[in-house]
Protein backbone atom coordinates (compact mmCIF):
# COMPACT_ATOMS: atom_id res chain seq x y z
CA UNK A 1 0.00 0.00 0.00
CA UNK A 2 1.28 3.35 -0.71
CA UNK A 3 1.97 6.04 1.72
CA UNK A 4 -0.88 8.36 0.06
CA UNK A 5 -3.33 5.27 0.50
CA UNK A 6 -2.48 4.42 4.16
CA UNK A 7 -3.22 8.03 4.65
CA UNK A 8 -6.39 7.82 3.35
CA UNK A 9 -7.54 4.77 5.55
CA UNK A 10 -6.15 6.44 8.36
CA UNK A 11 -8.34 9.59 7.84
CA UNK A 12 -11.47 7.34 7.98
CA UNK A 13 -10.09 5.11 10.36
CA UNK A 14 -9.40 8.21 13.08
CA UNK A 15 -12.83 10.01 12.01
CA UNK A 16 -14.96 6.47 12.40
CA UNK A 17 -13.23 6.01 15.98
CA UNK A 18 -14.04 9.87 16.86
CA UNK A 19 -17.35 10.41 15.24
CA UNK A 20 -18.52 6.73 17.54
CA UNK A 21 -16.96 8.11 20.47
CA UNK A 22 -19.42 11.20 20.45
CA UNK A 23 -16.67 13.52 20.06
CA UNK A 24 -18.19 15.70 16.99
CA UNK A 25 -21.81 15.27 15.71
CA UNK A 26 -23.81 15.18 12.46
CA UNK A 27 -21.91 16.59 9.70
CA UNK A 28 -19.14 18.48 12.06
CA UNK A 29 -15.81 17.95 12.04
CA UNK A 30 -12.86 17.98 9.55
CA UNK A 31 -9.17 16.21 9.07
CA UNK A 32 -6.51 17.16 6.96
CA UNK A 33 -3.23 15.84 6.05
CA UNK A 34 -0.12 17.31 4.42
CA UNK A 35 1.70 15.19 2.28
CA UNK A 36 5.53 15.36 1.33
CA UNK A 37 4.90 16.43 -1.92
CA UNK A 38 2.85 19.89 -0.32
CA UNK A 39 -0.34 18.62 -1.76
CA UNK A 40 -2.91 17.81 1.00
CA UNK A 41 -5.98 15.31 2.02
CA UNK A 42 -8.57 16.61 3.55
CA UNK A 43 -12.44 15.67 4.46
CA UNK A 44 -14.96 16.87 2.28
CA UNK A 45 -18.23 18.69 2.73
CA UNK A 46 -21.00 17.87 4.05
CA UNK A 47 -19.20 14.67 5.14
CA UNK A 48 -19.92 12.29 8.71
CA UNK A 49 -16.41 11.73 10.29
CA UNK A 50 -18.71 7.96 10.98
CA UNK A 51 -18.80 7.24 7.56
CA UNK A 52 -15.56 8.86 5.35
CA UNK A 53 -14.76 7.06 2.05
CA UNK A 54 -10.91 6.90 1.68
CA UNK A 55 -11.70 7.56 -2.54
CA UNK A 56 -13.35 10.31 -1.79
CA UNK A 57 -10.95 12.43 0.11
CA UNK A 58 -10.59 15.72 -1.10
CA UNK A 59 -6.90 16.12 -2.98
CA UNK A 60 -5.94 19.54 -3.03
CA UNK A 61 -2.62 21.37 -4.42
CA UNK A 62 -0.31 23.29 -2.36
CA UNK A 63 -2.54 26.11 -2.92
CA UNK A 64 -6.01 24.47 -2.28
CA UNK A 65 -7.15 24.00 -5.78
CA UNK A 66 -8.99 20.47 -5.92
CA UNK A 67 -7.08 17.60 -7.73
CA UNK A 68 -9.46 14.44 -7.43
CA UNK A 69 -12.31 14.00 -4.65
CA UNK A 70 -15.13 15.14 -3.57
CA UNK A 71 -15.37 19.06 -3.00
CA UNK A 72 -13.46 20.15 0.43
CA UNK A 73 -14.85 20.89 3.31
CA UNK A 74 -15.87 24.47 3.65
CA UNK A 75 -14.01 25.37 6.67
CA UNK A 76 -10.78 24.43 5.14
CA UNK A 77 -9.78 28.50 5.81
CA UNK A 78 -9.24 26.61 9.41
CA UNK A 79 -6.59 24.33 8.54
CA UNK A 80 -4.81 26.37 6.18
CA UNK A 81 -4.32 29.28 8.35
CA UNK A 82 -3.22 27.11 11.15
CA UNK A 83 -1.15 25.04 8.59
CA UNK A 84 1.07 28.51 7.66
CA UNK A 85 1.61 29.76 10.93
CA UNK A 86 3.02 25.82 12.03
CA UNK A 87 5.73 24.93 9.17
CA UNK A 88 6.33 21.62 11.59
CA UNK A 89 2.13 20.53 11.76
CA UNK A 90 1.85 17.70 9.22
CA UNK A 91 -2.02 16.99 10.16
CA UNK A 92 -5.13 18.86 11.43
CA UNK A 93 -7.90 18.20 13.27
CA UNK A 94 -11.26 20.37 14.05
CA UNK A 95 -14.31 19.37 16.11
CA UNK A 96 -17.40 20.57 17.63
CA UNK A 97 -16.65 18.54 20.46
CA UNK A 98 -18.83 19.47 23.59
CA UNK A 99 -16.39 19.89 26.73
CA UNK A 100 -14.17 21.80 24.55
CA UNK A 101 -17.03 24.13 23.18
CA UNK A 102 -18.36 24.52 26.67
CA UNK A 103 -14.63 25.55 28.01
CA UNK A 104 -14.90 28.20 25.22
CA UNK A 105 -17.91 30.08 26.68
CA UNK A 106 -17.03 30.58 30.26
CA UNK A 107 -16.54 34.10 31.19
CA UNK A 108 -12.96 33.45 32.77
CA UNK A 109 -10.74 31.77 31.03
CA UNK A 110 -8.00 33.55 29.86
CA UNK A 111 -7.76 33.91 26.15
CA UNK A 112 -4.00 33.30 25.91
CA UNK A 113 -4.13 29.83 27.74
CA UNK A 114 -7.45 28.45 28.28
CA UNK A 115 -6.71 25.22 30.29
CA UNK A 116 -4.23 25.96 32.72
CA UNK A 117 -2.01 22.18 33.60
CA UNK A 118 -3.97 19.92 35.24
CA UNK A 119 -2.32 16.77 33.61
CA UNK A 120 0.84 15.31 32.95
CA UNK A 121 -0.51 14.79 29.32
CA UNK A 122 -2.17 17.68 28.78
CA UNK A 123 0.79 19.90 28.85
CA UNK A 124 3.02 17.37 26.82
CA UNK A 125 0.61 16.12 24.40
CA UNK A 126 -1.22 19.89 23.86
CA UNK A 127 0.63 22.18 25.55
CA UNK A 128 -1.04 26.15 25.74
CA UNK A 129 -4.13 26.61 23.69
CA UNK A 130 -5.57 30.20 22.78
CA UNK A 131 -8.71 31.40 22.59
CA UNK A 132 -10.24 32.90 18.84
CA UNK A 133 -12.97 35.12 19.32
CA UNK A 134 -16.68 33.94 17.86
CA UNK A 135 -16.80 34.50 14.18
CA UNK A 136 -19.93 33.51 12.12
CA UNK A 137 -19.01 30.41 10.31
CA UNK A 138 -17.26 30.61 6.62
CA UNK A 139 -15.99 34.22 7.82
CA UNK A 140 -12.41 34.45 5.65
CA UNK A 141 -11.92 36.78 9.44
CA UNK A 142 -11.36 33.85 11.44
CA UNK A 143 -7.98 32.61 9.24
CA UNK A 144 -6.42 36.11 10.27
CA UNK A 145 -7.29 35.55 13.86
CA UNK A 146 -5.65 32.22 13.75
CA UNK A 147 -2.84 33.93 11.67
CA UNK A 148 -2.51 36.81 14.06
CA UNK A 149 -1.35 34.12 16.66
CA UNK A 150 1.99 33.75 14.74
CA UNK A 151 2.86 29.86 15.46
CA UNK A 152 2.96 30.73 18.82
CA UNK A 153 -0.11 27.88 19.49
CA UNK A 154 -0.28 24.07 17.55
CA UNK A 155 -3.80 24.12 19.59
CA UNK A 156 -6.75 26.86 19.11
CA UNK A 157 -10.02 27.42 20.70
CA UNK A 158 -12.99 28.93 18.73
CA UNK A 159 -15.06 30.43 21.05
CA UNK A 160 -18.77 28.97 20.55
CA UNK A 161 -17.41 26.87 18.01
CA UNK A 162 -14.82 24.12 18.73
CA UNK A 163 -10.91 23.33 18.50
CA UNK A 164 -8.61 23.56 15.96
CA UNK A 165 -5.26 20.97 16.64
CA UNK A 166 -1.92 20.55 14.55
CA UNK A 167 0.20 17.75 15.03
CA UNK A 168 3.45 16.01 13.73
CA UNK A 169 1.35 13.82 11.88
CA UNK A 170 -2.16 12.35 11.99
CA UNK A 171 -2.00 10.35 15.24
CA UNK A 172 -0.15 13.16 17.14
CA UNK A 173 -2.98 15.55 15.89
CA UNK A 174 -6.08 13.17 17.30
CA UNK A 175 -4.13 12.24 20.58
CA UNK A 176 -3.68 16.01 21.13
CA UNK A 177 -7.37 17.11 20.06
CA UNK A 178 -8.43 14.18 22.61
CA UNK A 179 -6.59 14.77 25.35
CA UNK A 180 -7.56 18.48 25.16
CA UNK A 181 -11.37 17.06 25.08
CA UNK A 182 -10.76 15.36 28.14
CA UNK A 183 -8.74 18.44 29.56
CA UNK A 184 -12.22 20.66 28.97
CA UNK A 185 -14.18 18.24 30.73
CA UNK A 186 -12.08 17.71 34.28
CA UNK A 187 -12.07 21.91 33.96
CA UNK A 188 -15.83 21.66 34.25
CA UNK A 189 -16.04 19.10 36.40
CA UNK A 190 -14.12 20.75 39.29
CA UNK A 191 -15.52 24.16 37.90
CA UNK A 192 -15.49 25.83 41.06
CA UNK A 193 -14.35 23.02 43.47
CA UNK A 194 -10.69 25.20 43.93
CA UNK A 195 -8.28 22.12 42.53
CA UNK A 196 -5.17 21.85 43.16
CA UNK A 197 -3.35 21.91 39.55
CA UNK A 198 -0.01 20.68 39.27
CA UNK A 199 2.90 23.68 40.37
CA UNK A 200 5.38 25.46 38.22
CA UNK A 201 8.06 22.79 39.63
CA UNK A 202 5.85 19.85 38.22
CA UNK A 203 5.69 21.58 35.34
CA UNK A 204 9.29 22.81 34.54
CA UNK A 205 10.04 19.31 35.09
CA UNK A 206 7.63 17.77 32.40
CA UNK A 207 9.14 20.83 30.05
CA UNK A 208 12.94 19.89 30.98
CA UNK A 209 12.00 16.24 30.78
CA UNK A 210 9.99 15.86 27.70
CA UNK A 211 12.01 19.24 25.73
CA UNK A 212 8.69 20.53 25.33
CA UNK A 213 8.02 24.59 24.78
CA UNK A 214 8.78 26.37 27.86
CA UNK A 215 6.16 29.00 26.78
CA UNK A 216 3.78 26.99 29.59
CA UNK A 217 5.93 27.42 32.67
CA UNK A 218 5.65 31.27 32.20
CA UNK A 219 1.63 31.04 33.43
CA UNK A 220 2.72 31.48 36.90
CA UNK A 221 4.90 33.64 39.15
CA UNK A 222 6.74 33.40 42.44
CA UNK A 223 6.99 30.16 44.35
CA UNK A 224 7.71 27.21 41.60
CA UNK A 225 5.96 25.23 44.76
CA UNK A 226 3.11 26.52 44.21
CA UNK A 227 0.01 25.42 41.97
CA UNK A 228 -1.59 27.53 38.79
CA UNK A 229 -4.34 28.56 39.52
CA UNK A 230 -7.77 28.80 37.52
CA UNK A 231 -8.29 32.74 36.94
CA UNK A 232 -11.56 33.93 38.80
CA UNK A 233 -14.29 36.27 37.25
CA UNK A 234 -15.31 38.69 38.95
CA UNK A 235 -18.91 39.32 38.59
CA UNK A 236 -20.64 42.87 39.03
CA UNK A 237 -22.67 42.37 41.67
CA UNK A 238 -24.14 45.79 42.06
CA UNK A 239 -25.56 46.65 39.18
ZN1 LIG B 1 -16.46 23.78 12.78
Redesign the pocket.
Known amino acids: MSHESELREMICRFGRSMFERGLTAGS???ISVRLSDGDWLTTPTNSSLGCLDPARLSKLDKDGRLLSGDAPTK?LP?HSALYATRKDAGAIV?L?STHSVAVSMLPDIDPANVLPPMTAYHVMRVGRTALVPYYR?GDPAVADAIRGLAGRYSSVL?AN??PVVAGKDLEAAVYATEELEETAKLRLLLHGLNPRLLSRAQVQDLVTHFGLDDSIVNDVRGNPEESYVIPHHHSHECE
Do not use: D, I, R, V
Request: charged fraction near 10%.
Open positions: SGNELHHPLHG
